[in-house]
Protein backbone atom coordinates (compact mmCIF):
# COMPACT_ATOMS: atom_id res chain seq x y z
CA UNK A 1 0.00 0.00 0.00
CA UNK A 2 2.98 2.27 0.26
CA UNK A 3 3.86 2.47 -3.42
CA UNK A 4 -0.06 3.48 -3.85
CA UNK A 5 0.46 6.17 -0.78
CA UNK A 6 3.56 7.04 -3.03
CA UNK A 7 1.37 7.62 -5.98
CA UNK A 8 -1.18 9.71 -4.38
CA UNK A 9 -0.01 12.57 -5.46
CA UNK A 10 -0.78 11.75 -8.49
CA UNK A 11 -4.40 10.50 -8.82
CA UNK A 12 -5.46 12.22 -5.38
CA UNK A 13 -6.41 15.65 -7.44
CA UNK A 14 -8.98 13.03 -9.13
CA UNK A 15 -10.23 11.30 -5.47
CA UNK A 16 -14.16 12.37 -7.40
CA UNK A 17 -13.67 10.10 -10.35
CA UNK A 18 -11.78 7.82 -7.91
CA UNK A 19 -14.80 7.66 -5.93
CA UNK A 20 -17.59 7.61 -9.13
CA UNK A 21 -15.15 4.49 -10.43
CA UNK A 22 -15.74 2.89 -7.24
CA UNK A 23 -19.51 3.69 -6.07
CA UNK A 24 -20.60 3.77 -9.72
CA UNK A 25 -19.54 0.06 -10.15
CA UNK A 26 -20.74 -1.06 -6.62
CA UNK A 27 -24.30 0.06 -7.03
CA UNK A 28 -24.39 -1.16 -10.38
CA UNK A 29 -23.63 -4.46 -8.62
CA UNK A 30 -26.00 -3.90 -6.39
CA UNK A 31 -28.61 -3.32 -8.28
CA UNK A 32 -27.77 -6.17 -10.21
CA UNK A 33 -28.36 -8.70 -7.02
CA UNK A 34 -31.82 -7.44 -7.32
CA UNK A 35 -33.05 -9.86 -10.31
CA UNK A 36 -33.11 -12.63 -8.34
CA UNK A 37 -35.18 -11.04 -5.83
CA UNK A 38 -37.84 -9.78 -8.75
CA UNK A 39 -37.72 -13.23 -10.35
CA UNK A 40 -39.03 -14.80 -6.42
CA UNK A 41 -41.30 -11.94 -6.26
CA UNK A 42 -42.52 -12.85 -9.78
CA UNK A 43 -42.81 -16.89 -9.06
CA UNK A 44 -43.55 -16.92 -5.63
CA UNK A 45 -46.07 -13.96 -5.29
CA UNK A 46 -47.43 -14.12 -8.81
CA UNK A 47 -47.12 -17.14 -11.33
CA UNK A 48 -47.42 -19.73 -8.40
CA UNK A 49 -51.04 -18.21 -6.94
CA UNK A 50 -51.77 -16.73 -9.90
CA UNK A 51 -52.29 -13.18 -9.27
CA UNK A 52 -51.16 -11.19 -12.62
CA UNK A 53 -52.33 -8.11 -11.86
CA UNK A 54 -48.34 -6.85 -10.41
CA UNK A 55 -46.50 -8.78 -13.89
CA UNK A 56 -46.75 -5.33 -15.72
CA UNK A 57 -45.67 -3.26 -12.60
CA UNK A 58 -42.56 -5.73 -11.76
CA UNK A 59 -41.49 -5.38 -15.72
CA UNK A 60 -41.43 -1.46 -15.39
CA UNK A 61 -39.46 -1.77 -11.79
CA UNK A 62 -37.25 -4.28 -13.76
CA UNK A 63 -36.49 -1.78 -16.86
CA UNK A 64 -36.23 1.11 -14.28
CA UNK A 65 -33.36 -0.44 -12.27
CA UNK A 66 -31.61 -1.48 -15.92
CA UNK A 67 -31.96 2.33 -16.84
CA UNK A 68 -30.42 3.44 -13.15
CA UNK A 69 -27.98 0.27 -13.38
CA UNK A 70 -26.73 1.53 -16.74
CA UNK A 71 -26.41 5.02 -15.28
CA UNK A 72 -24.02 3.16 -12.57
CA UNK A 73 -21.96 1.52 -15.02
CA UNK A 74 -21.73 4.71 -17.48
CA UNK A 75 -20.59 6.59 -14.08
CA UNK A 76 -17.81 3.78 -13.34
CA UNK A 77 -16.84 3.76 -17.03
CA UNK A 78 -16.44 7.44 -17.61
CA UNK A 79 -14.88 8.10 -13.92
CA UNK A 80 -12.44 5.61 -14.34
CA UNK A 81 -11.34 6.56 -17.64
CA UNK A 82 -10.81 10.01 -16.77
CA UNK A 83 -9.11 8.81 -13.48
CA UNK A 84 -6.74 6.37 -15.46
CA UNK A 85 -5.87 8.14 -18.06
CA UNK A 86 -5.32 11.83 -16.17
CA UNK A 87 -3.64 9.78 -13.76
CA UNK A 88 -1.49 8.16 -16.65
CA UNK A 89 -0.81 11.52 -18.41
CA UNK A 90 0.62 13.28 -15.23
CA UNK A 91 2.89 10.62 -14.30
CA UNK A 92 4.39 10.52 -17.94
CA UNK A 93 5.08 14.25 -17.59
CA UNK A 94 6.59 14.37 -14.25
CA UNK A 95 8.54 10.67 -15.46
CA UNK A 96 9.83 12.47 -18.52
CA UNK A 97 10.95 15.83 -16.74
CA UNK A 98 12.48 13.32 -14.01
CA UNK A 99 14.81 11.88 -16.79
CA UNK A 100 15.61 15.72 -18.12
CA UNK A 101 16.90 16.16 -14.97
CA UNK A 102 19.18 13.52 -13.90
CA UNK A 103 22.48 13.84 -14.48
CA UNK A 104 24.93 11.76 -16.65
CA UNK A 105 25.88 9.67 -13.85
CA UNK A 106 22.45 8.20 -13.81
CA UNK A 107 22.54 7.54 -17.55
CA UNK A 108 26.04 5.78 -17.14
CA UNK A 109 24.46 2.91 -15.94
CA UNK A 110 21.10 3.40 -17.47
CA UNK A 111 19.49 1.01 -20.37
CA UNK A 112 17.07 2.37 -22.84
CA UNK A 113 14.85 -0.47 -22.76
CA UNK A 114 14.22 -0.44 -19.07
CA UNK A 115 13.61 3.35 -18.79
CA UNK A 116 11.45 3.31 -21.92
CA UNK A 117 9.33 0.21 -20.40
CA UNK A 118 9.06 2.27 -17.42
CA UNK A 119 7.62 5.08 -19.12
CA UNK A 120 4.83 2.77 -20.97
CA UNK A 121 4.09 -0.04 -19.67
CA UNK A 122 4.55 0.42 -15.89
CA UNK A 123 2.38 3.34 -16.38
CA UNK A 124 -0.12 1.30 -18.45
CA UNK A 125 -0.26 -1.30 -15.88
CA UNK A 126 -0.81 1.29 -13.10
CA UNK A 127 -3.35 3.31 -15.01
CA UNK A 128 -5.79 0.12 -15.57
CA UNK A 129 -5.23 -1.09 -12.05
CA UNK A 130 -6.29 2.32 -10.38
CA UNK A 131 -8.48 3.23 -13.09
CA UNK A 132 -10.54 0.22 -12.97
CA UNK A 133 -8.80 -2.96 -11.54
CA UNK A 134 -9.27 -1.16 -7.94
CA UNK A 135 -12.80 -0.36 -8.32
CA UNK A 136 -13.12 -4.33 -9.47
CA UNK A 137 -11.23 -5.88 -6.41
CA UNK A 138 -13.35 -3.96 -4.46
CA UNK A 139 -16.68 -5.04 -6.01
CA UNK A 140 -15.53 -8.73 -5.84
CA UNK A 141 -15.35 -8.76 -2.17
CA UNK A 142 -18.50 -6.30 -1.94
CA UNK A 143 -20.20 -9.12 -3.86
CA UNK A 144 -19.19 -12.19 -1.93
CA UNK A 145 -20.63 -9.91 1.25
CA UNK A 146 -23.71 -8.53 0.39
CA UNK A 147 -24.27 -11.51 -2.68
CA UNK A 148 -24.01 -13.89 0.37
CA UNK A 149 -25.68 -12.19 2.84
CA UNK A 150 -29.10 -11.76 0.60
CA UNK A 151 -28.67 -15.11 -0.03
CA UNK A 152 -28.63 -15.95 3.63
CA UNK A 153 -31.42 -13.91 4.18
CA UNK A 154 -33.30 -15.98 1.50
CA UNK A 155 -32.27 -19.63 3.01
CA UNK A 156 -29.62 -19.66 5.43
CA UNK A 157 -28.45 -23.26 5.52
CA UNK A 158 -28.56 -23.51 1.71
CA UNK A 159 -26.42 -20.37 1.58
CA UNK A 160 -24.44 -21.93 4.62
CA UNK A 161 -23.61 -25.00 2.14
CA UNK A 162 -22.61 -23.30 -1.38
CA UNK A 163 -20.67 -20.68 0.59
CA UNK A 164 -18.21 -23.79 1.65
CA UNK A 165 -17.36 -24.27 -2.30
CA UNK A 166 -16.66 -20.36 -2.27
CA UNK A 167 -13.31 -20.96 -0.81
CA UNK A 168 -12.28 -23.90 -3.24
CA UNK A 169 -12.78 -21.55 -6.43
CA UNK A 170 -11.01 -18.72 -4.77
CA UNK A 171 -8.19 -21.21 -4.03
CA UNK A 172 -8.27 -22.86 -7.40
CA UNK A 173 -8.32 -19.70 -8.58
CA UNK A 174 -5.56 -18.36 -6.99
CA UNK A 175 -3.27 -21.78 -8.08
CA UNK A 176 -4.19 -20.71 -11.47
CA UNK A 177 -2.53 -17.57 -11.10
CA UNK A 178 0.37 -18.75 -9.19
CA UNK A 179 0.78 -20.78 -12.48
CA UNK A 180 -0.19 -18.13 -14.91
CA UNK A 181 2.25 -15.38 -13.36
CA UNK A 182 5.23 -17.13 -14.46
CA UNK A 183 4.09 -17.38 -17.80
CA UNK A 184 3.35 -14.10 -18.23
CA UNK A 185 6.93 -13.10 -17.18
CA UNK A 186 8.58 -15.38 -19.04
CA UNK A 187 6.59 -14.48 -22.19
CA UNK A 188 7.38 -10.86 -21.52
CA UNK A 189 10.80 -11.14 -21.29
CA UNK A 190 10.80 -13.10 -24.79
CA UNK A 191 8.92 -10.30 -26.01
CA UNK A 192 11.37 -7.76 -25.07
CA UNK A 193 14.55 -10.24 -26.12
CA UNK A 194 12.67 -10.06 -29.73
CA UNK A 195 12.59 -6.59 -29.86
CA UNK A 196 15.71 -5.95 -28.74
CA UNK A 197 17.05 -8.14 -31.32
CA UNK A 198 15.28 -6.32 -34.45
CA UNK A 199 16.18 -2.95 -32.61
CA UNK A 200 19.67 -4.15 -32.70
CA UNK A 201 19.69 -5.80 -36.36
CA UNK A 202 18.37 -2.57 -37.40
CA UNK A 203 20.80 -0.05 -35.97
CA UNK A 204 23.16 -2.21 -37.29
CA UNK A 205 22.64 -3.45 -40.45
CA UNK A 206 25.62 -2.02 -42.02
CA UNK A 207 27.68 -4.03 -39.21
CA UNK A 208 25.54 -7.25 -40.48
CA UNK A 209 25.84 -6.91 -43.83
CA UNK A 210 29.83 -6.24 -44.13
CA UNK A 211 30.31 -8.96 -42.01
CA UNK A 212 27.67 -11.11 -44.15
CA UNK A 213 26.35 -11.84 -40.47
CA UNK A 214 22.51 -12.24 -42.18
CA UNK A 215 21.84 -15.75 -41.30
CA UNK A 216 23.46 -15.52 -38.01
CA UNK A 217 21.15 -12.97 -37.13
CA UNK A 218 18.27 -15.02 -38.61
CA UNK A 219 19.15 -17.87 -36.71
CA UNK A 220 19.35 -15.80 -33.07
CA UNK A 221 16.17 -14.30 -33.99
CA UNK A 222 14.58 -17.68 -34.69
CA UNK A 223 15.96 -18.78 -31.80
CA UNK A 224 14.43 -16.25 -29.97
CA UNK A 225 10.71 -16.53 -31.71
CA UNK A 226 10.55 -20.17 -31.15
CA UNK A 227 10.79 -19.39 -27.37
CA UNK A 228 8.09 -17.36 -27.94
CA UNK A 229 5.86 -19.59 -29.50
CA UNK A 230 7.02 -22.20 -26.72
CA UNK A 231 5.77 -19.68 -23.91
CA UNK A 232 2.54 -18.91 -25.63
CA UNK A 233 2.69 -22.32 -26.27
CA UNK A 234 2.65 -23.25 -22.33
CA UNK A 235 0.21 -20.52 -21.75
CA UNK A 236 -2.36 -22.09 -23.08
CA UNK A 237 -1.29 -25.26 -21.65
CA UNK A 238 -2.23 -23.51 -18.53
CA UNK A 239 -5.18 -22.48 -19.72
CA UNK A 240 -6.87 -25.26 -21.45
CA UNK A 241 -5.69 -27.28 -17.89
CA UNK A 242 -7.40 -24.59 -15.15
CA UNK A 243 -10.72 -23.58 -17.03
CA UNK A 244 -12.39 -26.60 -16.48
CA UNK A 245 -11.43 -27.10 -13.52
CA UNK A 246 -12.78 -23.71 -12.23
CA UNK A 247 -15.91 -24.42 -14.47
CA UNK A 248 -16.25 -27.83 -12.74
CA UNK A 249 -16.44 -26.37 -9.10
CA UNK A 250 -18.44 -23.76 -10.11
CA UNK A 251 -21.26 -26.09 -11.67
CA UNK A 252 -20.94 -28.49 -9.24
CA UNK A 253 -21.88 -26.16 -6.23
CA UNK A 254 -24.86 -25.10 -8.87
CA UNK A 255 -25.81 -29.07 -8.85
CA UNK A 256 -25.51 -29.05 -5.43
CA UNK A 257 -27.76 -26.30 -5.06
CA UNK A 258 -30.16 -27.21 -7.43
CA UNK A 259 -30.03 -30.89 -6.08
CA UNK A 260 -30.65 -29.80 -2.33
CA UNK A 261 -32.35 -27.18 -3.34
CA UNK A 262 -35.05 -28.85 -5.49
CA UNK A 263 -35.38 -31.44 -3.13
CA UNK A 264 -36.39 -28.72 -0.09
CA UNK A 265 -39.46 -27.70 -2.67
CA UNK A 266 -40.32 -31.01 -3.27
CA UNK A 267 -40.99 -31.42 0.40
CA UNK A 268 -42.37 -28.00 0.99
CA UNK A 269 -39.49 -26.53 2.95
CA UNK A 270 -38.85 -23.99 0.56
CA UNK A 271 -41.05 -22.24 -2.27
CA UNK A 272 -39.36 -22.27 -6.25
CA UNK A 273 -38.81 -18.89 -5.90
CA UNK A 274 -36.31 -18.78 -3.40
CA UNK A 275 -34.74 -21.59 -5.06
CA UNK A 276 -34.38 -19.89 -8.76
CA UNK A 277 -33.49 -16.22 -6.77
CA UNK A 278 -30.74 -18.21 -5.06
CA UNK A 279 -29.56 -19.70 -8.12
CA UNK A 280 -28.93 -16.84 -9.65
CA UNK A 281 -27.46 -15.00 -7.06
CA UNK A 282 -24.60 -18.19 -6.77
CA UNK A 283 -24.10 -17.26 -11.02
CA UNK A 284 -23.48 -14.10 -10.27
CA UNK A 285 -20.98 -14.08 -7.31
CA UNK A 286 -19.43 -16.96 -8.77
CA UNK A 287 -18.65 -15.24 -11.96
CA UNK A 288 -16.06 -12.60 -10.81
CA UNK A 289 -14.95 -14.80 -8.13
CA UNK A 290 -13.45 -16.92 -11.47
CA UNK A 291 -11.06 -13.53 -12.44
CA UNK A 292 -10.07 -13.31 -8.45
CA UNK A 293 -6.74 -14.62 -10.00
CA UNK A 294 -6.42 -12.24 -12.89
CA UNK A 295 -7.52 -9.24 -9.98
CA UNK A 296 -4.71 -10.24 -7.72
CA UNK A 297 -2.39 -10.59 -10.66
CA UNK A 298 -3.67 -7.11 -12.14
CA UNK A 299 -2.79 -6.00 -8.59
CA UNK A 300 0.51 -7.28 -7.75
CA UNK A 301 1.57 -6.10 -11.05
CA UNK A 302 0.27 -2.36 -10.73
CA UNK A 303 2.39 -2.66 -7.76
CA UNK A 304 5.74 -4.05 -9.36
CA UNK A 305 5.16 -0.38 -11.87
CA UNK A 306 4.47 1.61 -9.26
CA UNK A 307 7.26 0.58 -7.41
CA UNK A 308 9.82 0.73 -10.47
CA UNK A 309 8.24 4.00 -11.22
CA UNK A 310 8.72 5.16 -7.74
CA UNK A 311 11.93 4.65 -8.03
CA UNK A 312 12.87 6.05 -11.02
CA UNK A 313 10.96 9.16 -9.57
CA UNK A 314 12.88 9.07 -6.23
CA UNK A 315 16.09 9.24 -7.83
CA UNK A 316 18.66 11.94 -6.01
CA UNK A 317 20.02 14.06 -9.05
CA UNK A 318 23.78 13.81 -8.37
CA UNK A 319 24.59 17.50 -10.13
CA UNK A 320 22.13 20.28 -9.01
CA UNK A 321 22.25 23.67 -8.33
CA UNK A 322 23.08 25.39 -5.24
CA UNK A 323 20.58 27.11 -2.90
CA UNK A 324 21.35 30.69 -4.28
CA UNK A 325 22.94 30.21 -7.52
CA UNK A 326 24.77 32.80 -9.65
CA UNK A 327 22.88 32.86 -12.74
CA UNK A 328 25.46 34.73 -15.10
CA UNK A 329 24.78 37.60 -17.32
CA UNK A 330 25.22 36.65 -20.69
CA UNK A 331 27.10 39.63 -21.70
CA UNK A 332 29.47 39.70 -18.73
CA UNK A 333 30.96 36.29 -19.27
CA UNK A 334 34.63 36.60 -19.98
CA UNK A 335 35.15 33.36 -20.48
CA UNK A 336 38.36 32.88 -18.21
CA UNK A 337 38.83 29.42 -17.20
CA UNK A 338 40.83 27.71 -14.37
CA UNK A 339 41.45 24.26 -12.99
CA UNK A 340 42.96 23.81 -10.10
CA UNK A 341 44.63 20.78 -8.39
CA UNK A 342 41.32 18.78 -10.01
CA UNK A 343 41.16 14.71 -9.41
CA UNK A 344 38.19 12.54 -10.35
CA UNK A 345 36.61 9.02 -10.33
CA UNK A 346 33.52 8.03 -12.29
CA UNK A 347 30.83 7.47 -9.81
CA UNK A 348 30.17 3.95 -9.07
CA UNK A 349 33.75 3.25 -10.53
CA UNK A 350 35.47 3.60 -7.72
CA UNK A 351 38.06 0.67 -8.13
CA UNK A 352 38.99 2.16 -11.06
CA UNK A 353 41.63 4.42 -10.97
CA UNK A 354 41.52 8.06 -10.92
CA UNK A 355 40.43 9.74 -14.56
CA UNK A 356 42.29 12.61 -13.98
CA UNK A 357 45.07 13.63 -11.42
CA UNK A 358 46.00 16.76 -9.70
CA UNK A 359 45.31 18.69 -13.06
CA UNK A 360 45.95 22.09 -13.01
CA UNK A 361 44.98 24.43 -16.21
CA UNK A 362 44.78 28.35 -16.97
CA UNK A 363 42.85 29.69 -19.90
CA UNK A 364 42.58 33.13 -20.73
CA UNK A 365 39.41 34.30 -22.71
CA UNK A 366 39.95 33.75 -26.26
CA UNK A 367 42.78 31.34 -25.30
CA UNK A 368 42.69 28.27 -27.27
CA UNK A 369 43.70 25.03 -25.79
CA UNK A 370 44.69 21.38 -27.43
CA UNK A 371 44.46 18.16 -25.79
CA UNK A 372 46.24 15.67 -26.93
CA UNK A 373 46.32 11.88 -25.19
CA UNK A 374 45.72 7.87 -25.95
CA UNK A 375 42.55 6.50 -25.83
CA UNK A 376 41.28 6.86 -21.85
CA UNK A 377 44.22 9.21 -21.08
CA UNK A 378 41.36 11.89 -19.61
CA UNK A 379 40.95 14.19 -22.17
CA UNK A 380 37.23 14.05 -22.45
CA UNK A 381 36.80 14.01 -18.43
CA UNK A 382 38.41 17.64 -18.64
CA UNK A 383 35.64 19.20 -21.11
CA UNK A 384 32.78 16.55 -19.02
CA UNK A 385 33.98 18.39 -15.84
CA UNK A 386 33.58 21.80 -16.98
CA UNK A 387 29.98 21.56 -18.69
CA UNK A 388 29.81 19.61 -14.68
CA UNK A 389 28.04 16.15 -16.29
CA UNK A 390 30.12 15.51 -12.78
CA UNK A 391 31.05 17.48 -10.27
CA UNK A 392 34.98 17.59 -9.53
CA UNK A 393 36.12 14.98 -6.39
CA UNK A 394 38.66 17.39 -5.64
CA UNK A 395 39.99 20.91 -6.12
CA UNK A 396 37.87 23.29 -8.02
CA UNK A 397 37.12 24.61 -11.49
CA UNK A 398 36.34 28.09 -12.19
CA UNK A 399 34.66 30.68 -14.80
CA UNK A 400 35.66 34.66 -14.37
CA UNK A 401 36.97 33.26 -10.88
CA UNK A 402 33.46 31.66 -9.60
CA UNK A 403 33.36 28.29 -9.05
CA UNK A 404 31.17 26.77 -11.29
CA UNK A 405 29.08 24.78 -8.20
CA UNK A 406 27.99 28.04 -7.26
CA UNK A 407 26.47 28.97 -11.04
CA UNK A 408 23.14 28.15 -12.21
CA UNK A 409 23.65 24.70 -14.41
CA UNK A 410 21.54 26.06 -16.84
CA UNK A 411 23.36 29.30 -17.33
CA UNK A 412 26.90 27.85 -16.95
CA UNK A 413 25.49 25.34 -20.05
CA UNK A 414 24.77 28.12 -21.98
CA UNK A 415 28.18 29.86 -22.27
CA UNK A 416 29.21 26.15 -23.60
CA UNK A 417 28.91 24.74 -26.51
CA UNK A 418 30.17 21.17 -27.29
CA UNK A 419 30.87 19.24 -30.15
CA UNK A 420 31.41 15.43 -29.78
CA UNK A 421 32.88 12.71 -32.03
CA UNK A 422 29.93 11.31 -32.71
CA UNK A 423 27.24 13.97 -33.75
CA UNK A 424 23.44 13.31 -32.88
CA UNK A 425 20.79 14.64 -35.48
CA UNK A 426 17.26 14.92 -34.65
CA UNK A 427 14.85 13.49 -36.90
CA UNK A 428 14.01 16.79 -38.43
CA UNK A 429 15.11 19.30 -40.97
CA UNK A 430 18.64 20.74 -41.18
CA UNK A 431 17.31 23.76 -40.18
CA UNK A 432 16.16 22.78 -36.66
CA UNK A 433 18.89 20.71 -36.16
CA UNK A 434 21.03 23.71 -36.49
CA UNK A 435 18.90 26.21 -34.52
CA UNK A 436 18.70 23.23 -31.64
CA UNK A 437 19.27 25.13 -28.88
CA UNK A 438 18.28 28.64 -29.95
CA UNK A 439 14.57 28.33 -30.95
CA UNK A 440 14.26 31.85 -32.12
CA UNK A 441 17.62 31.89 -34.85
CA UNK A 442 16.53 33.75 -38.28
CA UNK A 443 17.46 31.85 -41.37
CA UNK A 444 20.35 34.65 -41.94
CA UNK A 445 21.94 33.69 -38.51
CA UNK A 446 21.36 29.77 -39.17
CA UNK A 447 23.35 30.07 -42.45
CA UNK A 448 25.80 32.42 -41.20
CA UNK A 449 26.22 29.54 -38.93
CA UNK A 450 26.18 26.68 -41.32
CA UNK A 451 28.86 28.82 -43.23
CA UNK A 452 31.23 28.95 -41.14
CA UNK A 453 30.90 25.72 -40.52
CA UNK A 454 31.72 24.71 -44.24
CA UNK A 455 28.68 23.37 -44.89
CA UNK A 456 26.48 25.80 -46.54
CA UNK A 457 27.37 24.84 -49.87
CA UNK A 458 26.43 21.05 -49.37
CA UNK A 459 23.27 21.86 -47.90
CA UNK A 460 21.88 24.01 -50.91
CA UNK A 461 23.03 20.76 -53.00
CA UNK A 462 20.21 18.71 -51.25
CA UNK A 463 17.21 18.72 -52.80
CA UNK A 464 15.53 20.64 -50.21
CA UNK A 465 18.27 22.83 -48.76
CA UNK A 466 17.34 23.40 -45.33
CA UNK A 467 14.48 21.65 -45.42
CA UNK A 468 16.03 18.55 -46.40
CA UNK A 469 14.77 15.90 -43.60
CA UNK A 470 17.92 13.95 -42.02
CA UNK A 471 16.71 10.45 -40.87
CA UNK A 472 16.76 8.50 -37.41
CA UNK A 473 20.66 8.85 -37.25
CA UNK A 474 20.92 10.87 -39.79
CA UNK A 475 21.01 8.66 -42.79
CA UNK A 476 21.85 9.92 -45.85
CA UNK A 477 24.57 12.53 -44.64
CA UNK A 478 28.49 11.54 -44.42
CA UNK A 479 29.78 11.45 -41.19
CA UNK A 480 31.88 14.74 -42.08
CA UNK A 481 28.70 16.21 -43.19
CA UNK A 482 26.75 15.12 -40.12
CA UNK A 483 29.47 17.29 -38.25
CA UNK A 484 29.28 20.16 -39.71
CA UNK A 485 25.93 20.60 -39.10
CA UNK A 486 27.05 19.90 -35.02
CA UNK A 487 29.42 22.45 -35.69
CA UNK A 488 27.42 24.87 -36.79
CA UNK A 489 24.52 24.18 -33.98
CA UNK A 490 27.59 24.82 -31.90
CA UNK A 491 28.67 28.03 -33.66
CA UNK A 492 24.74 29.49 -33.70
CA UNK A 493 25.08 29.13 -29.96
CA UNK A 494 27.61 31.62 -29.67
CA UNK A 495 29.24 30.80 -26.90
CA UNK A 496 31.69 31.98 -24.58
CA UNK A 497 33.27 28.46 -24.26
CA UNK A 498 33.71 25.65 -27.16
CA UNK A 499 34.59 22.28 -26.59
CA UNK A 500 35.46 20.21 -29.84
CA UNK A 501 35.92 16.86 -28.55
CA UNK A 502 37.78 15.09 -31.56
CA UNK A 503 34.61 16.38 -33.55
CA UNK A 504 36.92 17.20 -36.71
CA UNK A 505 38.60 14.05 -37.05
CA UNK A 506 35.36 13.15 -39.22
CA UNK A 507 37.02 15.75 -41.82
CA UNK A 508 39.58 16.15 -44.39
CA UNK A 509 42.41 17.92 -43.40
CA UNK A 510 41.37 20.97 -45.91
CA UNK A 511 37.62 21.02 -44.29
CA UNK A 512 38.98 20.40 -41.06
CA UNK A 513 41.54 23.71 -42.01
CA UNK A 514 38.58 25.95 -43.19
CA UNK A 515 36.51 25.67 -39.72
CA UNK A 516 39.82 26.18 -38.30
CA UNK A 517 40.12 29.67 -40.01
CA UNK A 518 36.91 30.15 -39.41
CA UNK A 519 36.58 29.80 -35.74
CA UNK A 520 39.72 31.79 -35.49
CA UNK A 521 37.10 34.02 -36.29
CA UNK A 522 34.00 33.78 -34.07
CA UNK A 523 35.79 32.42 -30.97
CA UNK A 524 38.09 35.53 -30.89
CA UNK A 525 37.99 36.59 -27.66
CA UNK A 526 36.49 33.47 -26.26
CA UNK A 527 37.98 30.44 -25.04
CA UNK A 528 38.29 26.96 -26.90
CA UNK A 529 38.98 23.40 -26.26
CA UNK A 530 40.32 21.24 -29.00
CA UNK A 531 40.57 17.56 -28.28
CA UNK A 532 42.21 16.17 -31.08
CA UNK A 533 44.54 13.09 -32.72
CA UNK A 534 45.67 15.45 -35.20
CA UNK A 535 48.52 17.40 -34.85
CA UNK A 536 47.26 19.76 -37.79
CA UNK A 537 44.20 20.67 -35.38
CA UNK A 538 46.19 21.25 -32.51
CA UNK A 539 49.35 23.20 -33.94
CA UNK A 540 47.94 26.25 -33.69
CA UNK A 541 46.54 26.27 -29.52
CA UNK A 542 47.99 28.64 -27.04
CA UNK A 543 48.85 25.72 -24.58
CA UNK A 544 48.47 22.13 -25.47
CA UNK A 545 48.44 19.33 -22.88
CA UNK A 546 49.34 15.95 -23.12
CA UNK A 547 47.49 13.19 -21.49
CA UNK A 548 48.36 9.99 -19.99
CA UNK A 549 46.10 7.95 -17.39
CA UNK A 550 44.48 11.58 -16.26
CA UNK A 551 48.05 13.31 -15.74
CA UNK A 552 49.12 15.92 -17.51
CA UNK A 553 52.90 14.49 -18.99
CA UNK A 554 53.63 17.50 -20.89
CA UNK A 555 52.15 21.00 -21.51
CA UNK A 556 53.40 24.08 -24.05
CA UNK A 557 53.29 25.42 -27.75
CA UNK A 558 53.64 23.03 -30.53
CA UNK A 559 56.88 24.95 -31.36
CA UNK A 560 58.21 23.76 -27.92
CA UNK A 561 56.64 20.17 -27.89
CA UNK A 562 57.78 19.19 -31.18
CA UNK A 563 61.29 19.36 -29.87
CA UNK A 564 61.21 17.54 -26.55
CA UNK A 565 61.19 14.10 -26.21
CA UNK A 566 57.30 12.14 -25.85
CA UNK A 567 53.96 11.77 -27.25
CA UNK A 568 53.40 15.00 -28.77
CA UNK A 569 56.70 14.72 -31.01
CA UNK A 570 56.39 11.09 -31.59
CA UNK A 571 52.26 11.59 -32.88
CA UNK A 572 53.93 14.37 -34.91
CA UNK A 573 56.56 12.51 -36.77
CA UNK A 574 53.73 9.97 -37.84
CA UNK A 575 51.79 12.36 -39.06
CA UNK A 576 54.49 14.22 -40.99
CA UNK A 577 56.52 11.37 -42.10
CA UNK A 578 55.16 12.37 -45.28
CA UNK A 579 56.42 15.34 -45.31
CA UNK A 580 60.28 15.49 -44.21
CA UNK A 581 61.26 18.89 -45.06
CA UNK A 582 58.96 20.21 -42.47
CA UNK A 583 59.47 17.29 -40.14
CA UNK A 584 62.96 17.57 -40.48
CA UNK A 585 62.91 21.39 -40.15
CA UNK A 586 60.94 22.16 -37.05
CA UNK A 587 61.63 18.55 -34.69
CA UNK A 588 65.50 17.98 -36.07
CA UNK A 589 66.05 21.71 -35.18
CA UNK A 590 64.20 21.49 -31.93
CA UNK A 591 66.71 18.57 -31.23
CA UNK A 592 69.45 20.09 -31.53
CA UNK A 593 68.56 22.98 -29.80
CA UNK A 594 67.63 20.49 -26.98
CA UNK A 595 70.76 18.11 -27.04
CA UNK A 596 73.17 20.81 -28.11
N1 LIG B 1 30.94 7.46 -17.89
C1 LIG B 1 32.00 6.82 -17.43
N2 LIG B 1 31.87 5.96 -16.39
C2 LIG B 1 32.94 5.31 -15.90
N3 LIG B 1 34.18 5.45 -16.37
C3 LIG B 1 34.38 6.29 -17.40
C4 LIG B 1 33.29 7.02 -17.99
N4 LIG B 1 33.78 7.78 -18.99
C5 LIG B 1 35.10 7.53 -19.03
N5 LIG B 1 35.47 6.66 -18.09
C6 LIG B 1 36.83 6.18 -17.80
O1 LIG B 1 37.62 7.30 -17.46
C7 LIG B 1 38.88 7.26 -18.11
C8 LIG B 1 39.08 8.53 -18.95
O2 LIG B 1 38.09 8.54 -19.97
P1 LIG B 1 37.96 9.72 -21.04
O3 LIG B 1 36.70 9.50 -21.76
O4 LIG B 1 38.15 11.03 -20.36
O5 LIG B 1 39.18 9.41 -21.99
P2 LIG B 1 39.58 10.08 -23.36
O6 LIG B 1 41.00 10.49 -23.22
O7 LIG B 1 38.63 11.12 -23.76
O8 LIG B 1 39.48 8.80 -24.32
P3 LIG B 1 39.06 8.68 -25.87
O9 LIG B 1 40.12 9.37 -26.68
O10 LIG B 1 39.07 7.20 -26.08
O11 LIG B 1 37.72 9.31 -25.98
C9 LIG B 1 38.89 5.97 -18.92
O12 LIG B 1 39.58 4.99 -18.16
C10 LIG B 1 37.44 5.58 -19.05
O13 LIG B 1 37.30 4.19 -19.07
Known sequence: MDIFRGLKQFFWADKGFLAGSVLGLAAATALGLIYPLLLKVLIDDMITPKKFDGVLGLALLAVGIIVVKSACQYVHGFSGGRLGNRLAYRLRNTSYEKLQSLSFSFYDSARTGDLMSRLTADIEGIRNFIGFGFAQLLNTAFLVVFGFGMMFAIDWPLALMTLAMIP??????????LNIHPVFRSIRAAISRLTTSVQENIMGVRT???????????????????????????????????????????????ALLLLVGGWRVINGSMTLGALISLNGMLGMIVAPLWTL??????????????????????????????????????SAV???????????RYPNHEEQPSALLGFDLDA?????IGILGGTGAGKSTIVQLLLRAYDVGDGSITLDGVDIRNIELESLRRQTAIVYQESFLFSTTIRENISYGRADATQEEIEEAAR??????FIMELPDGYDTIVGERGMGLSGGQKQRIAIARALLLKPRVLILDDSTSALDMETEHQIQLALRQVMAGKTTFIIAHR????????????????????????????RAPGLYRETYRT????????????ATAGERRVTG
Do not use: C, M
Not at 232 to 240: C, D, E, P, Q, T
Not at 576 to 586: F, K, Q, S, T, V
Open 168 to 177: IIGFVAIKFE
Open 535 to 562: ISSLRSANEILVLDRGRVTQRGRHEQLV
Open 364 to 368: PPGSV
Open 452 to 457: LAQAHE
Open 334 to 344: RGHLQYRDVSF
Open 293 to 330: GFQINNYTQSKAAGERLLELLNKPIAVRNVEHPLVLED
Open 208 to 254: VKSFSSEAYEYKKFDGGNAQYKDNNLSLAGVWAKYFPIIEFIANLSI
Open 575 to 586: QYADRPDELGEE
